[in-house]
């Protein structure tokens, strides 16, 4: 590399190249164990490199959230794609057409409306029917119908439009995140498969169950029925990993690096980094954003370019000048804040990777 990890510009995201390749082990090591397809979502980290590297390690295929992310992910040589968002609009249903032809792709949904746009898609071909995952609301409250009768009728209606065949279920547990408690998660874990196999018994026919969040992932393969589990965030993990009890300081490989560049009182200091560089996820309580090996150190609140931190009673804090790795609450859109990272090695400089899906929210 031209330039030395020591004289990296900052504010910068620095990802650890030795703890991904371990976190993408320990997890598709817990899923082959449970018999369970791997599905990571690619959300979290954007960048194709780390995408194949997921694969080779044994994933099935990836998740993306959005169209554009699925478009970067086929252009790097990904061939099969959940993509767990629903498509409306002329738009995007010519993109998804297109997309088919390069890759498997397959849809989630939670309506007979988008299921009919979809139908004219994989209508094209009768013999070519666009694969959905129905969605299930097992307690986010965000997508999806309640499991049981609702999700029932629902995949009923989805059956009879044309061009669409129903793949099977899919649920997000982000209300884990609210868990205080390794056994509150195991609960949500064991709950939303239930849901799922309860739900595709009342649907009648084979139907696969796609479960996915990071907290509650290795607790989930675990559970009889579950075929599919789609982690993110455990590829770098965060604060709120550590938090929940599903990571720790060791296993989060992605941290932005900052610079002190002011120290207005003896318990304050201020870096380069702020809301542009570090998401607000979380903002204010305890941990919400970490700073590596610096325990006596906690960070307060951000603006646009500052990051504003606390020093411990009776400790000197950190000079201007000294550069923090910060650990922030949410890995998934701080990677969308960067065009590159730095990958490194040992604590050296070892490559950029590219965030080549950055600001795909099309």
Aim: one cysteine or more.
């Amino acid at each position: 590399m031209s330039v030395p990890y020591e004289e990296i510009d900052t504010p910068a995201l620095i990802v650890d190249l030795d703890t991904v390749a371990a976190n993408i082990a320990e997890m598709a090591g817990v899923m082959a164990r449970n018999g369970v397809r791997l599905r990571p979502h690619i959300k979290t980290h954007k960048m194709p490199e780390i995408a194949r590297l997921q694969l080779e390690a044994g994933a099935a295929g990836i998740t993306c959230a959005k169209l554009g992310e699925a478009e970067v992910m086929a252009d790097a040589g990904c061939d099969d794609i959940l993509l767990a968002f629903p498509l409306w609009g002329r738009p995007k249903l010519e993109r998804i057409a297109a997309l088919r032809e390069r890759a498997r792709v397959r849809v989630s949904l939670d309506s007979v409306e988008v299921a009919e746009g979809l139908g004219g898609v994989g209508g094209a071909s009768p013999d070519d029917p666009i694969e959905v995952f129905v969605e299930v609301d097992t307690g986010l409250h965000r997508l999806g119908r309640p499991p049981g009768v609702p999700t029932a009728e629902l995949v009923a209606a989805v059956r009879k439009v044309p061009g669409v065949s129903v793949a099977g279920l899919l649920t997000h547990a982000g209300h884990s995140y609210r868990s205080t408690s390794l056994d509150e998660l195991r609960a949500v874990a064991e709950r939303e498969v239930t849901d799922l196999t309860e739900t595709a018994e009342l649907c009648g026919g084979e139907l696969e169950i796609s479960v996915g969040s990071t907290p509650t992932s290795r607790f989930g393969a675990a559970v009889p029925g579950v075929t599919e589990i789609r982690p993110g965030t455990y590829v770098f993990n965060d604060a709120t990993m550590i938090r929940l009890g599903v990571a720790t300081e060791a296993t989060a490989a992605a941290r932005v690096l900052t610079t002190v560049i002011a120290r207005p009182a003896p318990d304050r200091f201020v870096v380069d980094a702020g809301s542009k560089s570090l998401t607000s996820d979380g903002a204010g309580t305890p941990g919400w954003i970490m700073v590596a090996g610096r325990p006596e150190l906690s960070m307060r609140f951000l603006s646009e370019e500052h990051g504003i931190g606390r020093c411990a009673a009776e400790t000197a804090g950190p000079e201007i000048g000294e550069r923090l790795e910060l650990i922030p609450s949410h890995a998934c859109p701080v990677s969308n804040l960067f065009d590159t990272a730095y990958g490194v090695r040992g604590g050296r400089l070892d490559h950029e990777l590219a965030v080549a899906a950055r600001g795909k929210v099309r």
